[in-house]
């Protein structure tokens, strides 16, 4: 439907810029006169505000459009490129080339907060991520089906068939941003250096041979890291560890220079130039700034090892969700990423703009809080999961843009014989009356209201919770005070609600939220076998036999649903139609950059 | 002079008030940031130190003294969100907040005074009747809604102008595209406060219009223009320098509206992440700068009584 004929959309696009380019002159001109700038000034600075010496040129050149490149080959993911981008064979920018002897900006938009640390040792945003894709290289990445790994510093690996043992081969043609040569000493400097931050999340290194006592300071080399010759390391682990080559793919294992770290102590990264202000990688592109609350600014880096990124620069700017639809509307912006799902409707219309609605890993999802006992009875959960009618939401609310999940965590929740608990209020009525349920006062739901649909989906659930005999009482907060009550103040809410995650991005991701030694990380759900099994599937090299442990996991889960995921909303990405070349989207955004230097922009 | 001392403990009863609201509201500045994935994986002890490097272990009251007792030495301690100094933070926004508004009062003066004039000295005339329903529409919508149709009548939809930001990012400094930046949002809170302007300088001027020294002036046949603006408009200040006294920190409320609105990275920016975020220290530092110009336009306007009204003297 929003697929209008190429023909019309180049009209229209014609048509639209005419006017447009006119417009913005006559403006410019005005206020150069209202600023009484003289002549000369002003229209040296028109000139990069407005193309508009070649207004006609670009109004007549753009139906004839595009050869450039076989344009984005179409999404290959299970995305739902909807407005597809039709290969407009988009026309070569040579006429306009010279005039934009700056050469191209891209200028993208990433909705969410940022912590202004380029280190990763404090990586705590999205924002963050995006920036580091940008600028860092892991020793491996997934590729779009988001398990199958593929290159990145590495060029190729071996693992031992009891999984303790990775030796990675590297790359030797590797540059960093300062000219320097790339050698597995940084591999070695960066894996072990992380064990000594004070800072570090829990560091992924931890079940490395010799990393107690490397971290403890009884020595001062990590036994278990082994430099076989320059471009050759070799990682041992004390048990098996099945899942070390994916977990690479994480912007938390981007490798750093030693060069340049090596000499700022452990407890000193966060306050270093590095992580402030002038971060080193080896990623398609440098860092150039960041200037507070407005932007951050890359330019390409011509000696990349996959060679230079065809767009010269790029800026990515934090707004907030209004503005952004503004500009990506307007053309101020070339690329969104997570729009709220519910413009799409709107921003289909708009002719510039390819649209993407892409499964999100992450999900929302009911938390029970099993510390309150009404909720310790399974069939009270299953009953309450049974009462919500996941599919009629999701038509109602997301015009069906969105994936139902069953009882199980997103990537364990595949397997054919889980109960996939289809909307049955009958079903919950029996379930309740079997566990005797006390309805003597409501049960409080907790969101955080500030969530975009958030304050449209709980009262259409309280309502389908009512119709089989269960009062909820709604608490809606913002995020900050939300994120406190379900952290702390355990006595005053019965369901939590949340938004987000990656566990859809593997089996193993779901594993942080189960701890029946830590009540307040699970919400009080005690399942020590379960605890167990993830470290069993860990440790577990067949890969025939994981998946049993999964699916064993994934059996448990969806049988108690202790924290039940209630659907997938698509993400939704907004694209201007110049963007091209390799570009395509990744089902998980953190990674959409992962082949930044084959993009494209057309002028 | 005995003013400006009466300012410090106005100025430290503020802080105190904005403290403890900030402390009192639910939420917690260390664990709102962190991604809840990440949070799931961190230990409580890791929190628990974060906690107390930022010195946020302590109780309100103390919390609130140590950070007089940094004020006094300049330390205006740091950012939970970004650890930089609140200094550091402060300078970077000023500039763009000082922008804004001193464009907006420029605007809302140029257009609130003369029409407000105009419109009282044509009193019932269509003009007058026009200007009327105008300066009520805008005192009657809010800012955000003005704002946002705005950016999309002028933005979206006619492409004059950017929709947002402080500058077209990526191309060299240039006035030019500056202040096709500033535009919008500064002619949106101009406007916002030109109306208000308006009415009370209307009334201000018909007040006026209506004394004997009026008649007497208009009997001596000088010409009207000299009698309005002259004998009138001098008379009509007083009042109207209390109401731009008081649309000062209007500006201010109605800047942190604009710069959400327009992604305008300044105080009024850092004032709402910091709220969302329970960022103690920033926070505090944007109502510290806030309440200084807030006294300070009194003063100026206390000031300004005295050069309109030669009989107002302050000992």
Known sequence: MGNMSDASWVAAAG???????????????????????????????????????????????????????????????????????APVPTQAPAAQAPAAAAGTTLRFVWLGDITPIWHPVKWETFSQSTIFVNIFNTLAKTDTDLHTVIPDLAERWEVSPDAKTYT????KNVKWHDGQPFTGRDVVFTFSRDLLNPNQVKSRFEGIKGADDFKNGKTDKLAGIELVDDFTVRISFDGPDANFLVDQRDQRNVILPEHILKDVKPDQVLNSDFAVKSPI?????????????????????????????????????????????AQVESGEVDLVLRLNPIEY????????????????????????????????????????????????????????????????PPGLDGYSDLNPYDYDPDKAKALLKEANFDNSTPLRLAYDQTFPSFPQI????????????????????????????????????????????????????????????????????????????????????????????????????????????????NDLHAASKKLGGGFQIYPDPKEQFTKVETWTLAA | MRRLLISVPVLI?????????????????????????????????????????????????????????GLSHGQLGYSVAT????????????????????????????VGLPFGILSGAKQYSRLDYGLTAFSMALISAPTFFVGLAGIYVFGVYLHLLPTADIATFGEPFSILDRLRHLLLPASILGFANAAPLMRYTRAG???????????TARAKGLLPSVVLIRHALRNALLPIITVVGLLLPELVAGAVVTEQIFAWPGMGTLAVRAASDRDPASLMGVVLVVGVGVLLSNLLADIAYAVADPRIRYT
């Open chain 1, 458 to 569: 709980w009262p259409i659930a309280q309502q389908q919770l009512k119709a089989v005999g269960i009062e909820i009482t709604l608490i809606g907060e913002d995020s900050t005070a939300h994120i406190n009550r379900s952290q702390k103040q355990l006595d005053t809410f019965d369901i939590d609600t949340g938004y987000g995650g990656s566990q859809a991005l593997g089996p193993s991701e779901s594993s942080i939220y189960f701890d029946c030694k830590r009540l307040e990380r699970s919400e009080g759900y005690a399942n020590c076998q379960v605890d167990d099994l993830f470290v069993k599937a860990r440790g577990t090299g067949d890969p025939k036999a994981r998946d049993d442990i999964y699916h064993q996991i994934a059996k448990i889960l969806n049988d108690e649903v202790p924290r039940p995921a209630l659907w997938s909303p």
């Open chain 1, 15 to 85: 048509r639209a810029d005419g006017p447009r380019a006119e417009f913005t002159r006559r403006t410019v001109l005005r206020l150069a006169g209202l600023a009484g700038v003289v002549a000369l000034a002003s229209a040296c600075q028109a000139a990069p505000a407005a193309p508009a010496p070649t207004a006609a040129a670009p109004a007549a050149a753009k139906p004839t459009t595009p050869p450039a490149a076989p344009t984005v080959a179409p999404a290959p993911t299970p995305a739902t490129a909807t407005a597809a981008p």
């Open chain 2, 13 to 69: 009863g503020i802080t105190a008030i904005a403290f403890a609201a900030l402390s009192l509201a639910p939420g917690d500045p260390i664990t709102s940031r962190i991604d809840p994935g990440l949070l799931a994986r961190m230990d409580p002890a890791q929190i628990e130190a974060q906690r107390r490097e930022l010195g946020l272990d302590q109780p309100v009251p103390i919390r609130y003294l140590r950070w007089l007792a």
């Open chain 1, 281 to 325: 990688g080896t990623g398609p592109y440098k860092f150039v700034q960041y200037v507070t609350d407005q932007f951050a600014e890359f330019e390409a880096f011509p000696d990349y090892f996959k060679g230079k990124p065809k767009i010269d620069h790029m800026i990515m700017k934090r707004l907030a969700a209004n503005v952004a639809e």
């Open chain 1, 345 to 408: 409707e709107r921003l289909s219309k708009v002719a510039s703009l390819n649209l993407f609605s892409v499964p999100s890993p992450g999900h929302t999802s009911l938390i029970f809080n099993l510390t309150q006992p009404r909720l310790q009875d399974k069939r009270v959960r299953q009953a309450i999961y049974y009462a919500i009618d996941r599919k009629g939401i999701i038509q109602a609310l997301f015009n069906g843009r969105a994936t139902p999940r069953n009882g199980a």
């Open chain 2, 83 to 110: 650890r930089r100094s609140i200094g550091d933070e402060l300078a970077l926004r000023l500039p763009a907040t000082l922008q804004l508004m001193g464009a907006a009062l420029i605007i809302g003066l140029a």
């Open chain 1, 168 to 171: 990675y081969f590297l790359r």
């Open chain 2, 205 to 215: 001027v018909l007040e006026v219009l209506r004394r004997e020294y009026m008649t």
